[in-house]
């Protein structure tokens, strides 16, 4: 059974950072790209970033130059670093993972920026 578990959200003054993991179980990681969602209170989930196999990415225009998404293989982890963080950024963040034609999401992990 595939599962995601996010960790390292939490609460942080605007112009700070955070570093979110996502540990994956379940599938051959190093062979499925990962995403990461972000959802604010009333509204809809939104693609934040994501990387494929071989270490391509790609990003919301809204965290161009302060997010970094990474993935270490050989922990079956990815990972999103957050820098110069803003309070338009608070929501719950999400793991996301497609494999074998079913969308496979994290529990979720509440970032909050607020000063």
């Known amino acids: 059974q595939l599962q995601l578990v996010e960790s390292g959200g939490g609460l942080v003054q605007p112009g700070g950072s955070l570093r979110l993991s996502c540990a994956a179980s379940g599938f051959i990681f190093s062979l499925r790209p990962m995403g990461w969602y972000r959802q604010a209170p009333g509204k809809q989930r939104d693609l934040v970033a994501e990387?494929?196999?071989?270490?391509?990415?790609k990003y919301a225009d809204s965290v161009k130059g302060r997010f970094t998404v990474s993935r270490d293989n050989a922990k079956n982890t990815v990972y999103l670093q957050m820098n110069s963080l803003k309070p338009e950024d608070t929501a719950v963040y999400y793991c996301?993972?497609?494999?074998?034609?079913?969308?496979?999401w994290g529990q979720g992990t509440q970032v909050t920026v607020s000063s």
């Open positions: 996301y993972a497609f494999y074998q034609f079913r969308d496979y």
């Open positions: 990387i494929t196999s071989d270490g391509s990415t």
